[in-house]
């Protein structure tokens, strides 16, 4: 289902305003957080704004859907978090399902990543810089300093300051578009201000990242990478470029201050990672003009093992199931033994109906790796398809305890529940989806029909109470204003 994000499109125009430019500085050391006790924009008010965000990002229809992929990018950010500067530790990632090369972070711990951004870079460390760049943004709150240095407070800036990332989310080329547009109109009376914002995040950063036992390297590395693609784009950079932009100067600056700190080794010859970027590659194959031949080619030239799973997932894609499972018996034994790898395998078994070898693979890996969001989620999905709908309800309810923000997981037990003839219960996991993906609307219908059930329980009725009173919060989140 598609989504829109009314509140924002007509400010479209404006998107200037969150621009940020490259900054350069020596120092290593931390700044100290910048009192906003007084600014226009409290952290409370921060962090209403921010479930409001994502909530509408969430409501594009975006979000990759890939349990794998989002469960490694959760881990990876919370590798960072604790040697972040954050005071609220609560981050809200949104994995985004597009192949623009961006990232962003928004007020109230909204961190996005997109697939395009994955593939671009070349290891994990890379990777984690620049989430460690926008965890920086984040614990530093650069969206109130930026409000609060130019004294803007109506809905309309507010609303121009997030139109480019919630329309890149949506539309990658017409919020690149918007964002274009906008930088010779905003550049000259906001580089200063805006310098010293990517200063501090990249210093921050880098200075978290060799904290987390990163390679700090890994960030100057990134921008170069960054900064030669915008060559071979030319008037058309990557995303990330247009509120981030590289120089030459950005890099040696970078590298001058990795010198000085600890080089980690995590993250070197990531499993996780390689298998990470042959899933999206794998997924966004004919987007990027890729058929299962590219994949053969890659295979032939060096049977790497990420270019042999590479090759796997390409002719499962291609309905070539058999000569798929013999790919991934050729895979090292380190490989074979991977959790991500047995779960694209076991992927694969429930996609083509052989739910049973599926439903052994994952019930082993639950034993090993228990409440494991992503083998819950397959796990689900196979039950489902096996008629079992009572087990994907068991499932998906632990799973939704143990992570009410999952918006897919709570998709899914509506549908869990449907299928089992719990209509209460249905209607009830409709709710909280759609108040996850900012749709107060369609959950107090829900609501109302839930109050019509005639199986409906004392208890369930005092559920749907709280559901209720928690309703009217999320209307309060969508309505946040300065």
Same mark, same amino acid.
């Given at each position: 289902?598609?989504?829109? &994000? ?31 006790? !007084? ?26 859907? $890939? ?20 005071? $609220? ?10 192949? !623009? ?11 996005? &990543? ?131 932009? !590289? ?32 899933? +999206? ?61 047995? +779960? ?16 052994? &693979? ?31 309800? !068991? &499932? ?39 108040? +996850? ?28 109470? $709280? ?16």
């Amino acid at each position: 289902m598609s989504l829109a &994000i009314t509140p924002f499109k007509k400010y479209l125009i404006s998107a200037a305003l969150a621009l940020t430019l490259a900054p350069h500085s020596n120092a290593n050391t931390l700044p100290i957080l910048g009192d906003y006790s !007084s600014s226009i924009i409290s952290l409370n008010t921060e962090h209403k704004l921010g479930q409001s965000i994502i909530r509408q990002i969430r409501g594009t229809n975006q979000n990759l859907r $890939d349990p794998i992929v989002e469960s490694y990018i959760q881990g990876l950010a919370w590798d960072l978090i604790p040697t972040s500067q954050l005071h $609220d530790k609560r981050i809200f990632l949104a994995v985004i399902g597009n192949l !623009s090369v961006n990232a962003f972070a928004a007020p109230g711990g909204v961190l996005g &990543i997109h697939a395009g951004l994955i593939l671009t870079t070349q290891t994990e460390a890379e990777l984690a810089s620049v989430i460690s760049h926008e965890l920086a943004h984040i614990s530093q709150r650069h969206f109130a300093a930026q409000l609060d240095h130019q004294r803007l407070s109506t809905p309309l800036a507010i609303a121009s300051i997030l139109a480019g990332i919630l329309v890149t989310v949506a539309n990658p080329d017409a919020g690149s578009a918007v964002l274009s547009g906008a930088i010779a109109n905003r550049a000259s009376s906001n580089l200063a201000f805006s310098r010293k914002n990517e200063q501090e995040a990249d210093r921050i950063g880098m200075l978290n990242l060799s904290k987390a036992g990163f390679d700090p390297g890994a960030m100057p590395a990134m921008f170069a990478r960054l900064l030669e693609l915008q060559r071979l784009q030319g008037s058309a950079p990557p995303e990330f470029l247009l509120t981030h932009p !590289s120089s030459s100067g950005r890099i040696a600056d970078s590298k001058n201050r990795a010198s000085n700190l600890t080089k980690g080794k995590k993250g070197k010859d990531s499993i996780d990672f390689l298998v990470v970027q042959a899933r +999206l590659s794998a997924q966004f194959s004919l987007q990027q003009k890729r058929n299962i031949k590219h994949f053969r080619d890659l295979y032939s030239n060096a049977a790497t093992a990420q270019n042999t799973f590479s090759y796997a997932l390409a002719l499962a894609k291609n309905n070539r199931y058999q000569d798929a499972i013999t790919h991934f018996g050729k895979l090292p034994a380190k490989w074979r033994q991977h959790l991500f790898v047995k +779960l694209s395998l076991a992927q694969i078994h429930s996609q083509y109906k052989h739910l049973n070898k599926a439903k052994k &693979i994952l019930e082993a890996l639950n034993l090993v790796h228990p409440d494991n969001a992503a083998i819950s989620m397959l796990s689900a999905q196979n039950y489902i398809a096996a008629g079992k709908p009572n087990r994907a309800v !068991s &499932i998906l309810e632990k799973l939704t305890e143990i992570s009410p923000e999952d918006a897919q997981a709570w998709y899914l037990l509506a549908e869990a529940h449907g299928l089992a003839g719990n209509k209460v219960k249905l209607h009830m996991a409709r709710i909280e989806y759609f108040q +996850l993906v900012g749709q107060v609307e369609r959950a107090k219908r829900q609501l109302s029909f839930a109050r019509r059930e005639r199986s409906l329980t004392q208890a369930q009725s005092y559920t749907l109470d $709280d559901l209720e009173q928690y309703l009217f919060q999320v209307e309060d989140y969508m309505k946040t204003k300065f």
